[in-house]
C-alpha cells in the first residue's frame, strides 16, 4: 500500500507488530505455504449433526462460513470463514477399530458405518501410532457419500468427541495474512478490541509497547493476556514454541509458527507453516 490508500499506516503498523509477537523479523521462505488451524473442545463435543458436513461440502474449494455457536463475542472464530476441503478430521481409534465403548458390549453401540469405510479411510489418511487416523475433509467428503455415512442426521450425534475437527481459516498462504487472521485484525481497523482494565502478561505488555498503533496495541494486548484472565474474556499468547492444544497438527507435517489459548485453553488457533508439497494440500 502507499501513503495515499493507507494514510494511516495500518499494513506498516501490523508488520511491526507481527514482528514484536514473532520476536524479530520472520524467516520466510517464498515457497512455503502458511494457514491458520482452529480447533475446540466445545466444537466438538457438539460437532454433529452439522448441515455442513456433507460430501458436497467438505470436498467443495469455496470457503464458507460456518452457523455462530458462541452469539456475539469479540474474538469469535465465526467471523472467519473456512476452508472445509483442508480441514483436518481425526478418527478416534477404538471408534474406527470398534473396540471399547464401540465395541459388542460398549456403551456407545455399533458404528455408524461399516468396516468397508474403515478401510477405504485408511488409504486416504495418516494413521497415528495410537492407531487414530487423520483425513482432509476434501478426501473424507466422497468417502461419506460413496458409503452412505451421514453427518448431518441425529445417528452422527453420537461421534461427537470421537470424530474431531481441526477447522482451516481461509487465507491467501502467506504469513502476514496468517498472522492477520489469527489476530483478529484481518477485518481492519474498524473491528479492534479494547483493553478493558487490565494489561497483557509480561514480557508482552513491555514489548507492545512499541506499537505504533495505539487501538491496534491495545487489540494485541487482549490477546497476551494472563491465562488466568483469558479465562472470561481475550486470549493467552502461547509464543512460537507450544501447540495451543495438540501437537497434531505436527502429524499432518505442519511446523508451529505462533499459537493461541482461549478460555480455560479448551479453545486455540494455531498459524503454521505448512508441509511442502506433495503433502501439502
Known sequence: MTSETDPNGWSAALTGAFEILLGGEPTVDPAAGYGVYYASDSLDEFLFPSPWATPEGLSGREPRYLPDSDGEYPFSPWTWRFDLGESLFRFDAD????????????????????????AD?????????????????????????????????????????WLTVLLRVATDGTLPDAMRAATFTERGPE????????????????????????????????????????????????????????????????SLVAGWGFGESQAGVAVVRLPAEPEAR
Do not use: Q
Open 121 to 161: 479411510l485408511r488409504t486416504v489418511s495418516s494413521i497415528d501410532e495410537a492407531g487414530e487416523a487423520l483425513v482432509y475433509g476434501a478426501e473424507l467428503g466422497p468417502l461419506l457419500g460413496r458409503h452412505g455415512v451421514d453427518l448431518t442426521g441425529e445417528e452422527s450425534e453420537r461421534l461427537n468427541g
Open 95 to 118: 471408534l474406527l477399530a470398534g473396540t471399547g465403548p464401540w465395541g459388542a458390549d460398549g456403551y456407545k453401540g455399533s458404528r455408524p458405518f461399516d468396516d468397508a469405510f474403515v
Open 191 to 254: 473491528h479492534l478490541v479494547p483493553i478493558h482494565d487490565m494489561s497483557a502478561e509480561e514480557p508482552w505488555e513491555e514489548r507492545l509497547s512499541a506499537v505504533t498503533h495505539p487501538a491496534l496495541r491495545d487489540h494485541l494486548r487482549m490477546l497476551c493476556l494472563s491465562e488466568r484472565d483469558a479465562r472470561s474474556r481475550g486470549g493467552f499468547y502461547y509464543g512460537t514454541d507450544h501447540w495451543p492444544w495438540t501437537d497434531v497438527l505436527e502429524a499432518a507435517g505442519c
